[in-house]
């Protein structure tokens, strides 16, 4: 496929080092040259270098410039990108030229894409502190949940773009979702505020996935690329390679130190230790089939469960991040009630008022529970800077074998979306057959305490669950900041439980 060529286009000397400078869009007034990292605005025909760019950090993306596309027909081409940071990891926006002038920006959103427009504002925009996080708002005369409000800054940038907020000086970035109809994929939509301007610039955004986009020009080399990415722990010099796009956290193979890589490789290394390594059941790097693709374990979490009414009520569940290049990111959740599959919702479920139901696109879901939670333990990699005794609190919510659940932070609020799995599917997805015991959950019957039971099976059921309230005792009064209250593997039984899970995301793209 091909692209239309721009009708007129500017080419001019960069004024830092003197390599070509080209201006394909009539609404660019910011370029960062490839040569010298020189940032230059544009003046109607005149360049003034501003300053330099810092490199861009390498999350592998498969998108680059030049790539093109099609979309809803008009053929587009990617001409520039931003890279922003923010407390839990970074993202990029990728500016688009289409074909009849006009543009838009492909935002990488966790392995998932949104495709958004700039929006005119015919009224003032409210200041930031009017976006409290979880509530309920209206723009153009849209509802809106604001599921972020958190400082971002500027990391990188190249390509020539319309906008340029001032490298690393922080600014207000608010993220608003709906359920909104917008989309073939019927996902919501993303409405973003960005307050480096003034007024504000906003954009309205719906999911894509790139095979729907028709890209050519992407990376080939990417896989070489994270092939090199090695570094040695901090904590006890083993060598560490990270594998994952757009890692922002990973584990030491050796000590399971827990090292935050949101800085790229050759940043400061920060790391946690942690003691009572959690044997995952599905192995990392393993990978299985569901939903009709492949997906690799790439990490798993041990979260624990509290019930605000009773403190000392703790229960402990397991979540497998699932990758596929395509299709980005799901979860593996297995809990006691069952294994199932979610995945970050684009739009943002409608809550009744008082927080016993739930709607999106058109289903209903019950309030099933709500709770505490809390990362206990972690292995791999993840795409948000996870970290040991991060806290969400979470509300579940079903509707018949479909799931709905909400994990909302001071800054963030994140759905997620999907339904229950057989364990024998999981068995078969990972090829794990003989272990399928093990991967049994609600779906097995109670066990039957019939004539046929030995003496001896009754003693040893009567030890584990001795066992198991011992453990129970212990974890009510351990400081999870400081030991790991709850393993998945104790002496040979394992305790799972709790509710059918959620996740603790690094959130949307912003």
């Given at each position: 496929?091909?692209?239309?060529?721009?009708?007129?286009?500017?080419?001019?000397?960069?004024?830092?080092?003197g390599?070509?400078?080209?201006?394909?869009?009539?609404?660019s007034?910011?370029?960062?040259?490839?040569?010298?990292?020189?940032?230059?605005?544009?003046?109607g025909?005149?360049?003034k270098?501003i300053?330099?760019?810092?490199?861009?950090f390498?999350?592998?993306?498969?998108l680059?410039?030049?790539?093109?596309?099609?979309?809803r027909?008009?053929s587009?081409?990617?001409?520039?990108?931003?890279?922003?940071?923010?407390?839990?990891?970074?993202?990029?926006?990728?500016?688009a030229?289409?074909?009849?002038?006009?543009?838009?920006?492909?935002?990488?959103?966790?392995?998932?894409y949104?495709?958004?427009?700039?929006?005119?504002?015919?009224?003032?925009?409210?200041?930031?502190?009017?976006?409290?996080?979880?509530?309920?708002?209206?723009i153009?005369?849209?509802?809106?949940s604001?599921?972020?409000?958190?400082?971002?800054?500027?990391?990188?940038?190249?390509?020539?773009?319309?906008?340029?907020?001032?490298l690393?000086?922080?600014?207000?970035?608010?993220?608003?979702?709906?359920?909104?109809?917008?989309?073939?994929?019927?996902?919501?939509?993303?409405?973003?505020?960005?307050?480096?301007t003034?007024?504000p610039?906003v954009?309205?955004?719906?999911?894509?996935?790139?095979e729907?986009?028709?890209?050519?020009?992407?990376?080939?080399?990417?896989?070489?690329?994270?092939?090199?990415r090695?570094?040695?722990?901090?904590?006890?010099?083993?060598?560490?390679?990270?594998?994952?796009?757009?890692?922002?956290?990973?584990?030491?193979?050796?000590?399971n130190?827990?090292?935050?890589?949101s800085?790229?490789?050759?940043g400061?290394?920060k790391?946690?230790?942690?003691?009572?390594?959690?044997?995952?059941?599905?192995?990392?790097?393993?990978?299985?089939?569901?939903?009709?693709?492949?997906?690799?374990?790439?990490?798993?979490?041990?979260?624990?469960?509290?019930?605000?009414?009773?403190?000392?009520?703790?229960?402990?569940?397991?979540?497998?991040?699932?990758?596929?290049?395509?299709?980005?990111?799901?979860?593996?959740?297995?809990?006691?009630?069952?294994?199932?599959?979610?995945?970050?919702c684009?739009?943002?479920?409608v809550?009744?008022?008082?927080?016993?139901?739930?709607?999106y696109?058109?289903?209903?879901?019950?309030?099933?529970?709500?709770?505490?939670?809390?990362?206990?333990?972690?292995l791999?990699?993840?795409?948000?800077?996870v970290?040991?005794?991060?806290?969400?609190?979470?509300?579940?919510?079903?509707?018949?074998?479909?799931?709905?659940?909400?994990?909302?932070?001071?800054?963030?609020?994140?759905?997620?979306?999907?339904s229950?799995?057989d364990?024998?599917k999981?068995?078969?997805?990972?090829?794990?057959?003989?272990?399928?015991?093990?991967?049994?959950?609600?779906?097995?019957?109670p066990?039957?305490?019939?004539?046929?039971?030995?003496?001896?099976?009754?003693?040893?059921?009567?030890?584990?669950?001795?066992?198991?309230?011992?453990?129970?005792?212990?974890?009510?009064?351990?400081?999870?900041?400081?030991?790991?209250?709850?393993s998945?593997?104790?002496?040979?039984?394992?305790?799972?439980?709790?509710s059918?899970?959620?996740?603790?995301?690094?959130?949307?793209?912003?």
């Amino acid at each position: 496929m091909t692209t239309d060529p721009p009708q007129r286009s500017y080419r001019a000397l960069c004024p830092g080092c003197g390599g070509p400078l080209s201006f394909t869009s009539a609404q660019s007034t910011h370029a960062v040259c490839g040569y010298c990292q020189s940032t230059v605005v544009r003046d109607g025909e005149v360049l003034k270098r501003i300053g330099k760019m810092a490199e861009l950090f390498d999350d592998h993306s498969p998108l680059q410039l030049q790539a093109s596309g099609t979309w809803r027909g008009q053929s587009f081409t990617l001409v520039g990108r931003l890279q922003y940071k923010y407390p839990e990891g970074t993202w990029s926006e990728w500016y688009a030229l289409l074909a009849d002038g006009s543009s838009a920006y492909l935002s990488e959103d966790n392995g998932a894409y949104v495709w958004a427009v700039a929006q005119p504002q015919s009224r003032e925009l409210p200041t930031t502190e009017r976006f409290r996080v979880g509530a309920t708002t209206a723009i153009n005369g849209q509802s809106y949940s604001v599921a972020s409000n958190q400082q971002v800054m500027l990391l990188a940038a190249q390509g020539e773009l319309p906008h340029l907020p001032a490298l690393g000086q922080p600014f207000a970035m608010v993220e608003l979702r709906s359920q909104g109809a917008a989309g073939s994929s019927g996902n919501g939509s993303v409405l973003s505020i960005d307050y480096s301007t003034q007024p504000p610039a906003v954009t309205l955004g719906q999911p894509v996935r790139l095979e729907d986009l028709q890209l050519t020009g992407l990376r080939d080399e990417s896989a070489k690329d994270e092939k090199g990415r090695q570094f040695n722990c901090p904590n006890c010099g083993a060598p560490v390679t990270v594998s994952l796009a757009g890692s922002q956290s990973i584990t030491c193979p050796s000590c399971n130190s827990l090292i935050d890589v949101s800085q790229g490789i050759g940043g400061e290394l920060k790391h946690a230790t942690q003691d009572e390594p959690v044997r995952p059941l599905i192995p990392l790097g393993s990978i299985g089939q569901l939903q009709g693709a492949s997906w690799q374990v790439v990490g798993f979490q041990h979260r624990l469960g509290v019930d605000p009414s009773d403190p000392d009520e703790h229960f402990g569940w397991e979540e497998y991040l699932l990758y596929n290049q395509q299709r980005g990111f799901i979860f593996l959740v297995d809990s006691t009630e069952g294994w199932s599959v979610v995945k970050p919702c684009t739009g943002a479920p409608v809550m009744n008022g008082n927080g016993q139901s739930a709607t999106y696109l058109g289903t209903r879901y019950t309030l099933k529970e709500s709770y505490n939670a809390q990362t206990s333990y972690v292995l791999g990699e993840f795409y948000w800077q996870v970290s040991r005794g991060q806290r969400t609190s979470n509300r579940d919510f079903a509707s018949g074998a479909n799931l709905l659940s909400m994990e909302q932070s001071p800054n963030e609020v994140v759905w997620s979306v999907g339904s229950r799995i057989d364990s024998a599917k999981v068995a078969a997805a990972f090829k794990l057959q003989d272990q399928q015991k093990l991967l049994r959950r609600s779906d097995v019957g109670p066990v039957s305490f019939g004539s046929a039971m030995s003496v001896r099976t009754l003693i040893v059921i009567f030890l584990l669950l001795l066992l198991f309230s011992t453990l129970i005792s212990r974890c009510s009064s351990c400081d999870p900041r400081v030991e790991n209250c709850s393993s998945g593997y104790v002496g040979g039984a394992r305790s799972s439980g709790g509710s059918f899970g959620g996740f603790s995301s690094g959130g949307g793209h912003k």
